[in-house]
């Protein structure tokens, strides 16, 4: 090998797309082994504990690796041996200064690098990203300081308002990249077939978007007003579905990679319309929020790792049976985890079924983004 090859800088989702897909498969059935089998081990995992790792462990990869492009290798060897070690910390010993410090480094690091990469846009609307990415890094250090027994007469969030505003904040940046995404790729297959798309974007919607759930976070790290975080969040809900059916996806049916991602887009819509359902009834939000994380961070996320390794090590997207396959299995997991209601483990069999359905897709997502590193790296020389 060369000077000049080892020195080339290497895209980021060839670690973090493999890493976050294998934490995934194994966190969800891990949370549920303690509780269930009556064991304490994995007590990280146990309580909020899942949520931390869902937002702060799994989504943080995943953001990792799809926005940070290449880096040089000493910058993706640091990132990821802080991820490792903040995923190894929080597992075996949650409350301990090494855990605690570890996972806010972790996203204070990813917004080191990723944040500025979305600061040369001019439009308000494309320069969202940043902030929202930064949000959501920020929030592990709230996190810390609720959970922290050195914070005196804290009179911040909660832990319960950090999860939630979390989970609202990765509907927004779903919202937000899920469109950038879907958006030119639908219109240039379209095009191809000589249909003109002329709803892309669609900033109007966009923009209505960004402000609607902004608010609805905002509103969430305060707990207050929940009727208007309940109103917000249903009219997110609408416009999602009007900017999705105007996309037009069902002229695609010959990329089932499309069709996947604005499945993974109209679960943003199913999730966000049940939980300001539940907000505006006074009812637990907790199964709301699940279809949020399970079926659109779950489908938007593996989406995006098919096809973008897919894509870069094949120049092709995934195959049919492939995306199908994953996009049912996590299907059934939000299903099922939305039907075990708020108290999940009084429904064991839907718990376990939502767990292994989901772990079955992630490690599928796994093993595939492994067995492609080799022909992408063939392809590069």
């Known amino acids: 090998m060369t000077g ?6 290497i895209f980021a989702f060839w ?26 081990w994995a ?31 000493s910058v993706l060897l640091f990132l990821g041996g802080v991820w490792l070690l903040a995923r190894s910390a929080w597992l075996i010993a949650p409350a301990s200064p090494v ?15 990723a944040v500025p990469r ?10 969202i990203a940043g902030p929202l990415i930064l949000l959501l890094c920020l929030l592990p250090i709230g996190f810390w300081l609720t959970g922290s027994n050195t914070v005196v007469n ?32 639908v219109a240039g297959t379209l095009e191809k077939k000589g249909i ?23 509103l969430s790290l305060g707990d207050v007003l929940p009727e208007l975080v309940a109103a917000c969040l249903m009219a997110s809900a609408a416009l999602i579905i009007i900017r999705l059916a105007r996309w037009r996806l069902w002229r695609c049916p010959e990329r089932p990679d499309l069709l996947m991602l604005g499945l993974g887009y109209s679960w943003l819509a199913v999730g966000s319309g049940c939980l300001g359902a539940a907000l505006a009834m006074g009812k637990a939000p907790v199964p709301a929020l699940h279809l ?41 997991a939000a299903v099922c985890r939305f039907l075990a209601g708020s108290q999940p483990f009084n429904a064991p069999p839907l718990l376990w079924s939502s767990a292994m359905l989901w772990s079955v897709a992630f490690a599928g997502v796994a093993i595939q983004t492994v067995c492609l590193i080799r022909p992408a790296h063939l392809r590069r020389k």
């Open 99 to 113: 855990a605690q410090i570890l996972s806010p480094a972790f996203a204070l690091f990813l917004a080191r690098y």
């Open 43 to 73: 007590p990280g995992l146990i309580g909020a504990g899942h949520g931390h790792e869902m937002i702060f462990g799994f989504a943080l990869a995943v953001i990792a690796g799809y926005t940070l492009g290449p880096q040089p290798a």
């Open 154 to 185: 804290h009179r911040g969030p909660d832990t319960h308002q950090l999860m939630q505003a979390g989970v609202l904040g990765l509907l927004l940046l779903m919202t937000f990249m899920g469109g950038r995404i879907i958006a030119p790729a």
């Open 196 to 218: 003109a798309l002329t709803a892309r974007v669609q900033p109007r919607i966009e923009g209505s978007l960004l402000v609607l759930l902004s608010v609805a976070v905002l």
């Open 15 to 40: 670690f973090f797309f493999p890493a976050a897909a294998t934490w995934a498969a194994l966190a969800v059935p891990l949370a549920l082994l303690g509780p269930l089998a009556g064991q304490g």
């Open 4 to 9: 000049s090859s080892a020195r080339r800088p």
């Open 118 to 127: 979305f600061s040369a846009a001019k439009k308000w609307r494309n320069r």
């Open 292 to 332: 949020i994380t399970i079926g659109g961070l779950g489908t938007l996320s593996t989406g995006v790792m098919l096809r973008l390794t897919w894509q870069r090590a094949h120049r092709r997207p995934p195959p049919p049976w492939q995306v199908l396959g994953i996009a049912g299995l996590i299907g059934g």
